[in-house]
Nanobody
């Protein structure tokens, strides 16, 4: 598995979680890294992405102002700080990497197995 996520769990509405993504087996220093999520019965959707320099970020409208994506000092790590969580944020969250940015999950070449985030009301 090229990417490994961690940090998911159960949290009450209004709470916070921090997801981590670590690369395994290869370097992603000049790749975009992103987070997507998939709720039961729904298509995988874009959450946030960050350029390889860390200077450029993109967010889904539904998470703007609440979530923050960042890259670690090591090139092969990325984080998603999630604040003011809502029940509708409940999903499996996936880390992805690719040389090019896209809002569409089908365009990303490298994926993790996902980590479950559950927000109770």
């Amino acid at each position: 598995v090229p990417l490994v996520e961690s940090g998911g769990g159960l949290v009450q509405a209004g709470g916070s979680l921090r997801l981590s993504c670590a690369a395994s087996g290869r370097a992603y220093g000049n790749y975009y890294m992103a987070w997507f999520r998939q709720a039961p019965g729904k298509e995988r959707e874009f959450v946030a992405a960050i350029s390889w320099t860390g200077r450029n970020t993109n967010y889904a409208d539904s998470v703007k102002g609440r979530f923050a994506i960042s890259r670690g000092n090591a090139e092969n790590t990325a984080y998603l700080q999630m604040n003011s969580l809502k029940p509708e944020d409940t999903a499996v969250y996936y880390c992805a990497a690719d040389p090019q940015f896209s809002y569409y999950h089908t365009q990303w070449g490298y994926w993790g197995q996902g980590t479950q985030v559950t927000v109770s009301s």
